[in-house]
């Protein structure tokens, strides 16, 4: 450093000094200008909030990076994404700087981003009421979507650019996405490790084909649940299910009829109709009531009696006994009574008067 002998020169040395430190870029992370983000849920003491950070021209996430994080306009809110369909990406905005979730006042999730994939160190952490006191409850480090102690190979060791196995660690233990690449970037095995064992639903895909071969259930929670793996599903090269649930596709047909997945439609029983022809059993004879004799000879009939009587019993009423009496309907009718009027009547004046 030069010898600096009056006051006029050091004043001079340090402006150029100050000059020569640049200011920091605002809202710049990694080289790529970012804009800013907040969200808001809740309501009272359980309200929280979340600030973020996102790319203000669009930058394609990793090749090979399978959780994508975005904000949804749509939602207002932050989505997990193992894809980016680009017919939605204009409502996309994606993830890149730093994030801080709140809840109240207190810090509960904190890290960054790079293009969408989680970067660098993230805590979680848990507030005590008691003492007031934020506590640290988990630590990952992450590089560019995978965990950082992951051991990743690669089909071109001097320029690792294109990925063959990542095979994820945290804090030690086997935990986390496994993947498993062809050469081309699509995947060809990928599924969950929990402590050193498999985990949940692996995907298996045909290597000279972009195509699904083989889904595995594996126990959620190897620690608590305890059974054998089995094959879901798989495919055969020209797509057709030949196992459903750890069985021979036909067999599986057989017992429970088509997977959900079949074009099958269902057809309804057509319905008969109903006959109109009346009912084939036999109707009871209707018994006729006995014409028992009247003071004329002829036959009546006495209540409660349904023997059936001989036709020659009853005889003919003849025409003279007949009531020569008109039926009501041709009777005369006698004229209305008009009510008297109370009026009195008009006198007639006589001519001359």
Known sequence: MPILDNADTIQKFLMNQ???KKK?????????KCGKGFTKKGVGATQSYEIFYFLKKYHAPPEYAKEIYVYDGRKAEIVKLSAIDPK????YRILHGPYKKYQGMNVVEEG?????????RWETYR???????NY?????KYYKGFPKESKITYYDESNQSKVKEVIPYMNGDMTGTYYYFKENGDPLMHGEYKEGQKAGIWHEYFEDKNRKKREVQYPKDPRLDHFEPYIIREWDEHGTVIIIDGKPAEEARHKGGAPPSSKQKKTKPVAQPKSTRPPSSKAKPISKPVA?????GAHTQQPGDTTTAPATQVKPVSP???????????????????????????SKKQPGN
């Open 320 to 346: 003279q006994t007949k009531s020569s009496r008109p039926p009501a309907s041709h009777r005369p009718v006698a004229p209305a009574v008009q009510p008297k009027s109370t009026r009195p009547p008009v």
């Open 24 to 32: 920091p870029k605002k809202r710049v992370f990694y080289g790529y």
């Open 136 to 140: 640290l409850v988990t630590k990952f």
């Open 127 to 133: 507030f005590n009421k008691k003492d007031t006191t």
């Open 292 to 296: 028992q004799p009247d003071s004329t």
């Open 112 to 120: 960054i981003y790079f293009i969408g994939t989680k970067h660098g």
């Open 88 to 91: 939605e990406l204009p409502f």
């Open 18 to 20: 100050k000059k020569k």
